[in-house]
């Protein structure tokens, strides 16, 4: 997934996209902590080119951190600052979403926000997910691929993929 969104750089070869992507949706270490949340916002909003108003509001909406969202992050809890980086990401239009684990964060309500803010997206884009709740793959996800002994490979259905990682988990 960091390797995939370009948060790291791979040791040898390289990663070709030919589609926008996201960094891992809800991913904060690309936060500057002595800055407030709004300032990081408006910081991703110029190096992406975006309305910085527009994407202030969108977080702030989003987010729902109250005045937190003019406090310095390093103050913010980590569900807090799950909820930035949650809206963050979501701010921007990419081809492709990075969704790593994040559908957790939060409360019940923010939970529901995010679940519908990945459906929203999944209309019109692509997910990449990784969770370890096989339920949470069913949701969101038609296709699936497993990565077994270093070896990726790829099914028809969810459900496959699930059931050949169970079956490799339980060999365990």
């Known amino acids: 997934m960091r390797l995939i969104s370009g948060v790291e750089s791979p ?3 390289r990663i070709v996209r030919s589609v926008s992507c996201s960094w891992p949706i809800g991913y904060s ?10 300032d990081n916002a408006r ?13 202030l509001d969108y977080v702030e909406d989003f987010a729902q951190l109250g005045s937190y969202f003019y ?3 390093y103050a913010y809890s980590a569900g807090m600052m799950a909820r930035l980086a949650f809206g963050i990401s979501l701010a921007i239009d ?23 803010a990945l459906q929203h997206r999944r209309q019109k884009g692509t997910l990449l997910m990784i969770s370890h709740d096989p339920n949470t793959l069913r949701a969101y996800c038609e296709q699936g691929a497993v990565l077994h002994d270093g070896q990726l490979t790829f ?4 459900g496959e993929a699930i059931d050949i990682h ?6 365990h």
Do not use: W
């Not at 081809?95 to 926000?113: H, K, M, P, S």
């Not at 099914?155 to 969810?158: K, S, V």
């Not at 169970?166 to 060999?171: D, I, V």
């Open 11 to 13: 040791s040898t070869g």
């Open 29 to 38: 270490s690309c936060f500057q902590s002595s800055l407030t949340g709004a």
């Open 43 to 55: 910081f991703i909003a110029r190096i992406y080119g975006k309305d910085i108003k527009e994407l």
């Open 71 to 73: 406090q310095p992050i």
């Open 94 to 116: 990419f081809d492709c979403y990075l969704v790593d684990e994040v559908t957790a964060a939060g409360d019940d309500r923010f939970r529901q926000r995010c679940e519908e």
């Open 155 to 158: 099914y028809d259905t969810i």
């Open 166 to 171: 169970m079956h490799n988990q339980a060999a």
